[in-house]
Nanobody, 126 residues
């Protein structure tokens, strides 16, 4: 059974940093993509960043490019999202998700991902 568990959310002030972790278990696919999504109240869930297991190829949405960095630790089965220079508009519930479909890392559509974590809240005060 594939499981994803997020951690690392919290309350910070604008300009500060947080690092989110997504620890996976039960993932036996030859290749897969881990994506970070976020959902603010009253808004649709949007893709933020993703990384492919085999080649490490990454994607960032325009709203976080240059501020967020995604990375993976294969030994720990963990994917990280380092978030710097946080803004109030980054406030949302953050979810990690996995897909073993042969998709481009930039194809961050909710329907393309089959496995989801429970989410972790990030709140950025101004």
């Amino acid at each position: 059974e594939v499981q994803l568990v997020e951690s690392g959310g919290g309350l910070v002030q604008a300009g500060e940093s947080l690092r989110l972790s997504c620890t996976t278990s039960g993932v036996t696919f030859e290749d897969y993509v881990i994506g970070w999504f976020r959902q603010a109240p009253g808004k649709e869930r949007e893709g933020v960043s993703s990384i492919r297991k085999n080649d490490g190829n990454t994607y960032y949405s325009d709203s976080v490019k240059g501020r967020f960095t995604i990375s993976r630790d294969s030994a720990e089965n963990t994917v990280y999202l380092q978030m710097n220079n946080l803004k109030p508009e980054d406030t949302a519930a953050y979810y990690c998700a996995a897909t073993n479909r042969a998709i481009n890392v930039a194809a961050m559509r909710v329907g393309k991902y089959d496995y989801w974590g429970q989410g972790t809240q990030v709140t950025v005060s101004s």
